[in-house]
């Protein structure tokens, strides 16, 4: 059970009629006053179930302003509904000028809810949104994205912003080539970026997907984020974030799976509305909701983005002398949050940890004078002692602590230039690849 506080004093539309004397007919247009006044300022359950929730007048200037959008036209639909009730449990954190605006994607058509402080008695069911679009979109697409966030901008504009990113993912690998059945490549692996919306309100994962370059340049266009949190697999990645790299100050994320219940937003949203975000509260109050689970587990990460390019120069002077080394490892003992090939996946790209990988190929002494920077680009850095996996062989993976730093890399060995000699290609148009790796080896 959530604890709620005690609601404010206000008076409700029930409340205002013991205030009309009756006997007083000229007060009567005073009190109609007085009502829509309360209806325009205040998230209570309403009476009018066709009264929306309140939005501040347009070019307002507001407190915090957190925005999440949720891609859920897919597999995740059925979790988008418990996840707003858990943002509306966590108002009660909330200041009177702050804002949570939900774009919500699911098996209906978007819609847009504001929710503040005020709604935190609010039953899910008597919440509406303040914008209900009369056809489907392509959530995934980067012109719906970009549409959302300046409707965001322009009604609750803000010194900085929290941006939620919520869906399926799977990091720096781009969406599906051409051609491809029902979602899935030539080969039989599902691939995306950032998200799922298959474009029949239904629950089917295929359809638009999202490039991690679209996306950039939407969250360029946007400006001013704050923190940058995914709730969806695999995008604590270096490749992802160094993309990323000037769209937000932080990154909050996972380089494994995140379990389908995903992020505590009925607690999450304490450090996601202090005065300035707190990115180490964000991951701990993440990792404390699961960290006495036995059925899933959690592994996060926050990185400063302002350190990728430091991070970035560094991670060059130890990779190039060892490119031969990192091609040839036997990484059957590396840290990895996904090993495809258990899977049945032969030669599709894993999740190794960054640490794990560089610890695996580093002299001792390198290894130690690496890390003393690499370590730099962390705030916050938590797991579990174990993750869950909805495809590995073993549902329950461990982590190894000395392996473990909250961030994958890639390594392009020469079995992923094997599969009509795509991934290879696709990795090195990464920023990532280009500064690091330079020019890729030829078998």
């Known amino acids: 059970m959530i604890a709620i506080e005690p609601d404010r004093m206000k008076i409700s539309s029930k409340h205002l009629s013991a205030y009309v004397p009756t006997a007083s007919t000229w007060f009567v247009p005073l009190v109609s006053l007085l009502f829509a006044l309360l209806l325009a300022v205040s998230c209570h359950k309403n009476d009018d179930p066709e009264d929306p929730a309140p939005k501040p007048p347009y070019g307002t200037e507001v407190g915090r302003v957190v925005v999440v959008y949720m891609a859920g036209e897919n597999s995740l639909a059925t979790y988008t509904g418990r996840d707003l009730r858990e943002m509306l449990a966590g108002t009660k954190y909330m200041g009177e000028d702050d804002h949570l605006i939900v774009y919500m994607d699911n098996t209906q058509n978007p819609r847009i809810y504001d929710l503040t402080y005020y709604c935190k008695d609010t039953p899910i069911d008597s919440l509406k949104p303040v914008v ?3 056809t489907d979109l392509n959530s995934c697409s980067p012109e719906v994205m970009s549409e959302v966030l300046d409707y965001v901008k322009q009604h609750y504009p803000s010194e900085s912003y929290g941006l939620v990113l919520w869906s399926h993912a799977s990091g720096w690998i781009p969406p599906v080539p051409y051609p491809y059945v029902g979602g899935y490549s030539a080969w039989g692996a599902k691939q995306r970026s950032f998200g799922y919306d298959n474009g029949h309100n239904n629950t089917t994962d295929y359809g638009g997907q999202m490039s991690i370059n679209e996306l950039r340049d939407v969250l360029l266009q946007f400006g001013n984020i704050d923190f940058l949190m995914f709730d969806a697999c695999f995008m604590q990645n270096i490749e992802t974030a160094y993309q990323l790299r000037n769209c937000a100050r932080y990154i ?9 219940p995903g992020a505590p937003y009925h607690t999450l949203l304490k450090p996601m509305f202090q005065d300035s975000a707190c990115v180490e509260g964000i991951v701990e109050t993440y990792y404390e909701c699961y960290r006495d689970d036995n059925l899933y587990g959690v592994l996060l990460s ?4 302002h350190q990728l390019e ?13 490119k031969e080394d990192l091609i040839n490892l036997d990484y059957s003992s590396v840290l990895n949050y996904f090993w495809w090939d258990s899977y049945f996946m032969y030669n599709y ?9 560089m610890r695996a190929v580093l002299t001792e002494t390198e290894y130690f004078l690496w890390h003393a920077e690499f370590q ?7 797991h579990t002692d174990r993750w869950y996996s909805a495809f590995n062989r073993s549902s329950q993976n461990r982590v190894d602590a000395d392996q473990y730093s909250g961030i994958s890399m890639h390594i392009p060995l020469y079995k ?7 991934f290879a290609p696709a990795y090195y148009e990464t920023d990532w690849a280009r500064t690091v790796w330079g020019e890729p080896k030829v078998e």
Do not use: N
Request: glycine share 6%; proline share 8%.
């Open 252 to 260: 909050v994320a996972s380089p494994a799976e995140i379990p389908g």
């Open 349 to 357: 790209p894993d999740f190794y940890d960054m640490q794990g990988v």
């Open 376 to 382: 730099k680009l962390f705030v916050a850095q938590a």
């Open 302 to 305: 926050a990185v400063d983005c």
């Open 310 to 322: 430091r991070v970035a120069q560094v991670c060059k002077t130890y990779i190039q002398p060892h």
């Open 416 to 422: 992923y230039a094997g599969r009509e000699k795509w």
């Open 132 to 134: 209900t679009y009369e």
